[in-house]
């Protein structure tokens, strides 16, 4: 029982365009929720992070939104870089236990030069 | 600001015998968690320690298991290895002060191997 979903294996975007990746979860005991960005033979490393209790999450060239009715959020990367190919990991953690992350299966994302 | 530091990068075991595996937080961070990533079910949560107790546990057999020491530093142990405890074996530490919300460093890992 997969309780965060990443639906999209991989993406593949031009360099300057908007990337959009989304994730689904189902257990509404999560309170906050991650996006991790990792490169091959490196450990994942913290990108943008949102509360339950915001619905957009701001930092730079990115942006996560979060629609709780939904169980549903994204990640927007705006302009995109080919620095930005990596894969995406979105995560989620309960309220009384925040370190411990379920993940969702990732995201390829490719930007093209 | 040395990062997280995980012994041994690589390590190949074949079935029924055990492994340690290590991991180093940054300085000044009390809790490590530790992942097992694979190809089939990604990013697991396996435990964490906090203040040399166990503080949360992931779905994983009694074969798995781990500690933390007083400077923080952690191991984990893996009993009578499967072919399927292959993958990579990932430590994360965070400050861990009041109100933790999942902001891992995360080390390179310790991809294991069972023959």
């Known amino acids: 029982d997969q309780q965060v979903k990443q639906n999209s294996p991989s993406l593949s975007v031009q360099e300057g365009r908007i990337s959009i990746l989304n994730c689904d979860y189902t257990n509404s005991m999560f309170d906050y929720f991650l996006w991790y960005k990792k490169y091959p033979a490196e450990g994942p490393t913290f990108l943008i992070s949102?509360?339950?209790?915001?619905d957009k999450n701001e930092d730079g060239r990115f942006t996560v939104f979060l629609n709780k009715s939904a169980k549903h959020l994204s990640l927007h990367i705006v302009p995109s870089q080919p620095g930005d190919s990596a894969v995406y990991f979105c995560a989620a953690s309960p309220n009384n236990a925040g370190n411990m992350l379920t993940f969702g299966g990732g995201t390829r994302l490719m930007v093209k030069p | 600001k040395a990062g997280v530091t995980q012994t041994p990068r690589y390590l190949i075991k074949t079935r029924g015998q055990q492994v340690t595996l290590s991991c180093s937080p940054i300085s000044g961070h009390r809790s490590v968690s530790w992942y097992q990533q694979t190809p089939g079910q990604g990013l697991q949560f396996l435990f964490e320690?906090?203040?040399?107790?166990?503080?949360n546990k992931g779905n994983f057999p009694g074969r798995f298991s781990g500690r933390q020491f007083s400077n923080s530093r952690s191991e984990m142990n893996v009993s009578t290895l499967e072919l399927g405890d292959s993958a990579l074996y990932l430590c994360a530490s965070s400050f861990s002060g009041t109100g933790d919300t999942g902001e891992l460093f995360f080390g390179e890992g310790s991809r294991l191997t069972v023959l």
């Open positions: 949102i509360s339950s209790i915001k």
């Open positions: 320690y906090f203040s040399e107790t166990q503080r």
